[in-house]
């Protein structure tokens, strides 16, 4: 039995991007915003109503998903998650209403593999690789582990 698949293309539509943006492709990118310089490696997928600042560079294999606000010059590693589903009724709920919103602050910089949940981050904050930040920052430093733990403050 021979089954139609349904197919759609990615890549990139409908972005508003200031001056000198480089995307490296195959990458898929919709309804979101780029500053001025902005930098997004191959096999990232930025998706609707996300804001990333100026001089911001994302690397490969990255997922920011909706509601995502990237500071200005932040730097998100390769395979880094944003999740933003808080799964309150203990299932998926594909109501974006109930989706939380991610701010990161500028100069955030983010470790490979890493997870950043429905939170907001300051300015000035180094996020370690592998880490998963489930609740705020609100004080610079660099923070790592499971769940994100401060470990040193930064001046």
């Excluded at 039995?1 to 972005?15: E, L």
């Excluded at 500028?106 to 907001?120: C, K, Y």
Aim: proline share 3%; with cysteine; net charge neutral.
């Amino acid at each position: 039995m021979t089954t139609k698949i349904r197919t759609r293309q990615s890549g990139i539509n409908n972005v508003q991007a200031g001056q000198n943006v480089m995307v490296i492709e195959p990458s898929n990118l919709y309804g979101c915003q780029l500053g001025d310089d902005v930098f997004v490696g191959p096999f990232v997928e930025i998706q609707k109503n996300v804001c990333v600042g100026a001089r911001s560079k994302i690397q490969s294999h990255s997922f920011i998903c909706e509601y995502v606000t990237l500071g200005e010059d932040c730097f998100i590693g390769h395979g880094v998650m944003f999740a933003n589903d808080l799964f309150k009724g203990g299932t998926p709920n594909a109501d974006p209403a109930s989706w939380g919103h991610t701010r990161l602050g500028n100069r955030v910089s983010v470790g490979s593999g890493a997870t950043i949940l429905a939170v907001e981050i300051c300015d000035d904050v180094v996020i370690g690789a592998g880490a998963v930040v489930s609740k705020s920052i609100t004080r610079k430093g660099i923070y790592a582990g499971n769940p994100a733990r401060l470990l040193r403050e930064l001046e």
